[in-house]
């Protein structure tokens, strides 16, 4: 079977991919070598920034401490939005500073607090634990709005990758169990779907890239172990959800090469078959993750700004309602 054709990569991306250490597959070995790279330490993210950190520990269901940062700018005046972000890394790497930049860019753009979560990933705790992490840690946050300033109507979730598709997960718990109020959900580039079979994940297979198709499965295989396939919950893979109704206003965006592209469109589709409301942008010759990965290219700038906008007129109209 010859491969499947694949839409061209951005010509600069493609340039600067080629700086980078691809592999067809991530093994067991690798993600020994991948967890220890260091992420950047905060003091490095935050610059110049002058903000108010405070670091937490939220009870998870069993127990165990989920560990968030807490960011306020420090001339924040009144309740402000908050920004509640989960990390990338395929639930089986990174920690609750990776790909930290995005949201602080909302930071300066709009005053939010930004809170970051650290779940704990797969395989040592796979299954419902990272989602359910996640969600603990939105019902802490929630619940202490008043110690940092936060207006608990304008809670906004997000994430960048597995981080994405933890949120979009964190929101329909919200939605199912009568959770906290969310205002909206920015998810990028979302892992979504545990199945691995759309026309996407199908193109980029069997040859390196950012994420490929074999990554996608043993990342999958990492957080889902031997959980039967119809006992996969969609607060896990939310693809499975059945009923998209009722979400608050959605952002999705993803490159147009990548594995993510189909189920990310998908799901766009089913939130606006349900009667939602999503915003969904296909960046042409964007590889997965982008915009976190060369954030001075000129397609991840326009990612950028597009959702930093989106972001600004979701807050504003809230403002305005309320």
Same mark, same amino acid.
Request: charged share 20%.
């Given at each position: 079977?010859? *491969?499947?054709?694949?839409?061209?990569?951005?010509?600069?991306?493609?340039?600067?991919?080629?700086?980078? *250490?691809?592999?067809?597959?991530?093994?067991?070995?690798?993600?020994?070598?991948?967890?220890?790279?260091?992420?950047?330490?905060?003091?490095?993210?935050?610059?110049?920034?002058?903000?108010?950190?405070?670091?937490?520990?939220?009870?998870?269901?069993?127990?165990?401490?989920?560990?968030?940062?807490?960011?306020?700018?420090?001339?924040?005046?009144?309740?402000?939005?908050?920004?509640?972000?989960?990390?990338?890394?395929?639930?089986?790497?990174?920690?609750?500073?990776?790909?930290?930049?995005?949201?602080?860019?909302?930071?300066?753009?709009?005053?939010?607090?930004?809170?970051?979560?650290?779940?704990?990933?797969?395989?040592?705790?796979?299954?419902?634990?990272?989602?359910?992490?996640?969600?603990?840690?939105?019902?802490?946050?929630?619940?202490?709005?008043?110690?940092?300033?936060?207006?608990?109507?304008?809670?906004?979730?997000?994430?960048?990758? %597995?981080?994405?598709?933890?949120?979009?997960?964190?929101?329909?718990?919200?939605?199912?169990?009568?959770?906290?109020?969310?205002? %909206?959900?920015?998810?990028?580039?979302?892992?979504?779907?545990?199945?691995?079979?759309?026309?996407?994940?199908?193109?980029?297979?069997?040859?390196?890239?950012?994420?490929?198709?074999?990554?996608?499965?043993?990342?999958?295989?990492?957080?889902?172990?031997?959980?039967?396939?119809?006992?996969?919950?969609?607060?896990?893979?939310?693809?499975?959800?059945?009923?998209?109704?009722?979400?608050?206003?959605?952002?999705?965006?993803?490159?147009?090469?990548?594995?993510?592209?189909?189920?990310?469109?998908?799901?766009?589709?089913?939130?606006?078959?349900?009667?939602?409301?999503?915003?969904?942008?296909?960046?042409?010759?964007?590889?997965?993750?982008?915009?976190?990965?060369?954030?001075?290219?000129?397609?991840?700038?326009? %990612?950028?700004?597009?959702?930093?906008?989106?972001?600004?007129?979701?807050?504003?109209? %809230?403002?305005?309602?309320?």
């Amino acid at each position: 079977m010859s *491969p499947l054709a694949r839409p061209a990569l951005d010509p600069e991306l493609a340039m600067l991919l080629t700086a980078m *250490p691809l592999v067809p597959a991530i093994t067991d070995e690798l993600l020994t070598q991948f967890r220890q790279v260091p992420s950047t330490p905060l003091e490095a993210l935050l610059g110049s920034r002058t903000v108010d950190r405070h670091e937490v520990v939220a009870p998870a269901a069993d127990g165990a401490g989920i560990p968030m940062t807490v960011l306020t700018p420090a001339a924040a005046a009144g309740s402000a939005a908050c920004v509640y972000w989960m990390h990338g890394g395929g639930m089986i790497m990174g920690d609750r500073y990776s790909q930290l930049d995005i949201p602080l860019e909302w930071l300066d753009a709009t005053g939010t607090v930004v809170v970051t979560v650290d779940y704990r990933l797969a395989p040592e705790h796979g299954g419902s634990t990272p989602v359910e992490d996640c969600y603990r840690g939105l019902l802490w946050i929630a619940e202490h709005c008043d110690d940092f300033g936060i207006d608990p109507a304008r809670i906004v979730v997000a994430g960048t990758s %597995a981080g994405a598709g933890l949120a979009a997960g964190v929101t329909l718990m919200a939605r199912d169990l009568g959770g906290p109020p969310i205002l %909206a959900q920015i998810l990028s580039c979302p892992m979504l779907d545990h199945g691995n079979t759309t026309t996407s994940s199908l193109q980029y297979s069997g040859e390196p890239a950012v994420w490929t198709r074999e990554t996608n499965a043993y990342a999958w295989d990492a957080v889902l172990a031997e959980i039967p396939e119809d006992l996969i919950p969609a607060y896990v893979s939310p693809s499975r959800a059945d009923d998209l109704s009722g979400l608050p206003a959605t952002y999705i965006d993803v490159g147009s090469a990548e594995v993510f592209r189909d189920e990310d469109v998908d799901y766009a589709t089913r939130i606006w078959a349900s009667g939602g409301q999503a915003e969904l942008h296909v960046w042409a010759g964007g590889c997965h993750g982008f915009d976190s990965l060369f954030p001075h290219a000129e397609l991840a700038i326009a %990612a950028r700004r597009a959702r930093t906008d989106w972001l600004i007129r979701t807050l504003n109209s %809230a403002r305005t309602r309320s």
